[in-house]
């Protein structure tokens, strides 16, 4: 199972093409809902989660994923049940990914020391410890992060390829007419 977190502010299509490359997959992915049942997006959308973070269980969990946005990484980064998740995932070799400006609480944990990693230009001093790369998605070990909107799609295919294999992740995006 993975947990696709959403907080009032989340970017939507960070977390919605992300979301949407997984379930293509067939990945078992669930987006949380930290702030409430109905989340609204830094651009007006509303969105139903399917779970609420009192819901949350590490059994089957195979990884997180922290879409950007403001104030949205700012109301991740300040929920205690999104901090202990994402220290689960990655303390225990679970994906661990994050986009835009959520790379940012990647690097307060201490996740991104000594890995290659990005995010969305001006937060790179928040990636503490990470080598910056400024591409579009970087897999570095378990840990997965990508740079902005733009760049959901290739965010998605690097966690695809992570969870299953550079083939069934190429299909997906191949299948999306992204190829």
Do not use: W
């Not at 998605?156 to 999306?176: C, F, N, R």
């Amino acid at each position: 199972m993975f947990y696709v977190f959403l907080a009032e502010g989340f970017e939507e299509t960070e977390a919605l093409a992300t979301l949407d490359v997984m379930r293509r997959a067939k990945l078992d992915v669930k987006t949380v809902g930290v702030t409430g049942e109905y989340v609204t997006s830094s651009h007006g959308i509303t969105v139903k989660a399917d779970i609420l973070k009192n819901d949350l269980t590490t059994e089957h969990l195979e990884g997180v994923v922290l879409p950007g946005g403001m104030p949205g990484t700012i109301n991740l980064g300040k929920d205690d049940k999104v901090l202990e998740y994402v220290k689960y995932s990655y303390e225990n070799g679970k994906i661990t990914a994050a986009i835009c400006a959520a790379p940012s609480i990647l690097g307060h944990l201490g996740i991104l020391c000594g890995r290659d990693a990005t995010c969305f230009p001006g937060f790179e001093k928040e990636l503490k410890g990470a080598n910056y790369t400024g591409k579009h998605a970087v897999t570095d070990g378990n840990v997965v992060t990508g740079k902005g909107a733009g760049c959901a799609i290739e965010f998605g295919h690097a966690i695809v390829a992570l969870a299953k294999s550079k083939e069934a992740a190429d299909k997906v995006i191949e299948d999306m007419q992204c190829l």
